[in-house]
T-cell receptor, first 112, second 116 residues
Framework: TQLLEQSPQFLSIQEGENLTVYCNSS?????LQWYRQEPGEGPVLLVT?????EVKKLKRLTFQFGDARKDSSLHITAAQPGDTGLYLC????????????FGQGTELSVKP | DADVTQTPRNRITKTGKRIMLECSQT?????MYWYRQDPGLGLRLIYY???????NKGEISDGYSVSRQAQAKFSLSLESAIPNQTALYFC???????????????FGPGTRLTVL
């Protein structure tokens, strides 16, 4: 059974601070997706990383895929209250038709 | 208009009742999924369908059934609802991206189901 461990589960920081969220697994994934979810809404895809060692940037968010494609991180620089939400990582097993294995999620709260 | 829609958005029901949650999509994707979300557990896969004739159980299918009425429609049923099925339910579709090298999933807005 593939598992994806996401940490931390909760994070409360002040505006302007930096933070990193981690997703780790013993399994190799063909791609790793990061989603953001706001209360009362469905998850929204932020980015997909595919190649081992890949780094993608989305404004103040930096996503990295581990060299072995077993882990990933999301780093937010100078967090803002608008970054508040639930962040989910999900690993794709392409050989299983694109099914996603989700981490438990990180509940981020950025206080003004 | 939203690409993936779910009805109802909220539902309160009683133990033992049959409930159907519906999902429609306009993305033209063959693949559709049903998940449930519980606090601290992330999203868990209930059922998935790769096309109209291909339906598969996910990790937590007990107590649930599905129907794929058309490429664009995928419904989830709780035959006899029980309180521990209280959760957020999400429908998703997926399609190939990156020149066909991976799939990306797109989610509906969710249904909040409460079973009393």
């Amino acid at each position: 059974t593939q598992l994806l461990e996401q940490s931390p589960q909760f994070l409360s920081i002040q505006e302007g601070e930096n933070l990193t969220v981690y997703c780790n697994s013993s399994s190799v994934f063909s791609s790793l997706q990061w989603y953001r979810q706001e209360p009362g809404e469905g998850p929204v895809l932020l980015v997909t990383v595919v190649t081992g060692g890949e780094v993608k940037k989305l404004k103040r968010l930096t996503f990295q895929f581990g060299d072995a494609r077993k882990d990933s991180s999301l780093h937010i620089t100078a967090a803002q209250p608008g970054d508040t939400g639930l962040y989910l990582c999900a690993g794709e097993d392409y050989n299983q038709g694109g099914k996603l294995i989700f981490g438990q999620g990180t509940e981020l709260s950025v206080k003004p | 208009d939203a690409d993936v829609t779910q009805t109802p958005r909220n539902r309160i029901t009683k133990t033992g009742k049959r409930i159907m949650l519906e999902c429609s999509q306009t993305k033209g994707h063959d693949r559709m999924y049903w998940y449930r979300q519980d606090p601290g557990l992330g999203l868990r896969l209930i059922y998935y369908s790769f096309d109209v004739k291909d339906i598969n159980k996910g990790e937590i299918s007990d107590g649930y059934s599905v129907s794929r009425q058309a490429q664009a429609k995928f419904s989830l049923s709780l035959e006899s609802a029980i309180p521990n099925q209280t959760a957020l339910y999400f429908c998703a579709t997926s399609g190939l991206a990156g020149g066909g090298s991976y799939n990306e999933q797109f989610f509906g807005p969710g249904t909040r189901l409460t079973v009393l």
